[in-house]
């Protein structure tokens, strides 16, 4: 069982930045990919961003490519979501994820299905 707990989330004014951290227990997260979705009110939930195992290669949807940057520390077991140049369309409760299948090679990365555990979310609010 593995326990995702995200934290960094806020209210801050268009053009401002915030970093958000997923901290995992319970499983070593080093041999897995991992990923960053957000839901805002009334929409789907959508990707964000996601980080291979095997040399941490980094995928970005394209609403946030270029101002969020994703990275990993795996000697402290954590994900991490470097959200900069905000916007108030970037306002939804985030969710970090680890893939249910570890040193996964597919091209799933951005299908929330491909992810097994979730945290609990964290809200991010841009006000303009």
């Known amino acids: 069982q593995v326990q995702l707990v995200e934290s960094g989330g806020g209210l801050v004014q268009a053009g401002g930045s915030l970093r958000l951290s997923c901290a995992a227990f319970?499983?070593?997260?080093?041999?897995?990919?991992m990923g960053w979705f957000r839901q805002a009110p009334g929409k789907d939930r959508e990707f964000v961003a996601a980080?291979?195992?095997?040399?941490?290669?980094?995928y970005y949807a394209d609403s946030v490519k270029g101002r969020f940057t994703i990275s990993r520390d795996n000697a402290k077991n954590t994900v991490y979501l470097q959200m900069n140049s905000l916007k108030p369309e970037d306002t939804a409760v985030y969710y970090c994820?680890?893939?249910?299948?570890?040193?996964?090679?597919?091209?799933?990365?951005?299908?929330?299905?491909?992810?097994?555990?979730w945290g609990q979310g964290t809200q991010v609010t841009v006000s303009s």
């Open positions: 980080i291979r195992w095997s040399g941490g290669r980094t």
């Open positions: 319970g499983r070593n997260i080093s041999n897995y990919d």
């Open positions: 994820a680890v893939n249910g299948r570890a040193y996964y090679t597919g091209s799933g990365y951005y299908r929330a299905q491909e992810y097994g555990y």
